[in-house]
């Protein structure tokens, strides 16, 4: 069920790691692609984030968060094992100025390539009522703090006997009752291309490092305001409830990261 439509995004995840051998820091690769690395053009319909962990399994490390607004919109320039399309080797064609951007990149570290590790998501279910806007995951500003969102990705297991049948439709059917903290949005993403087929994550992206911190400063140690927001959303807590008879939540013991991002495609 859930079959993915031409009207539903893609998010792909690209792990990044940086060539910490040649003495290359994260202060470096993040200067980099926000001075140089922002100008590699994207095709069209896509955008990219570059993320920085946080805390979590991969908190220090970099990820590339590609979001593609159709699935035929990936399919035009990348094929399903990840390589490139004719289309795509035209649009770099057509964008000489890219090759010495990206080579530049190669020399700070991987690029979102094979054979990096990488999954394409599809969106499951979302929270509409999310008070958090459409926009930039990262924009800098000169009068003040930079737009900067944190990006939670949480992996899930489904329990024992019970199928990906039974856990889509239960979100399908359920996931209009999530309310988001403040300033917070939440996805149920499926993986369907890449290294981690059919896996399930939810993907969280809150506003800012602020508005993460006013309900989890730590990691996994809620403060009296999401306890409160708990009480106040009862149907919403009471979803999740259900939701864990049948599935792992976000948050520990499952695998999780939360990032910061810290640059985005400007094309």
Sequence with gaps: ????????????????????????????????????????????????????GLRGERAGQFMMLYEIESASQRDRYVTADGNLTPEAHAFWQQHPQAQPLIAQWKTFGTFSELPTIYTDYQLLADNPRSTVPDGPRYQASSEGEPIARV????????????????????IAANHHRIDDYPDWKFRLLKGVRGNRLDQYVVLMEIGSQAALDVFYPEPDLATDQAAQFASAHRDTKAMYEEWKKLASFSGSPQLYTDYLSVAESLK
């Design 1 to 52: 069920m859930n079959k993915q439509n031409d009207t539903t995004p893609v998010f792909s995840f690209y792990y990044i790691a940086i060539d910490t051998e040649a003495g290359i820091t994260a202060e470096d690769f993040i200067s980099f692609v926000r001075e140089k690395g922002v100008h590699i053009p994207c095709y069209p319909g896509w955008r990219w984030t570059l993320l920085h």
């Design 151 to 170: 990006i939670g990705i949480h992996n899930l297991a489904l329990r024992p006997g019970v199928t990906a049948d039974d856990f889509e439709s239960f």
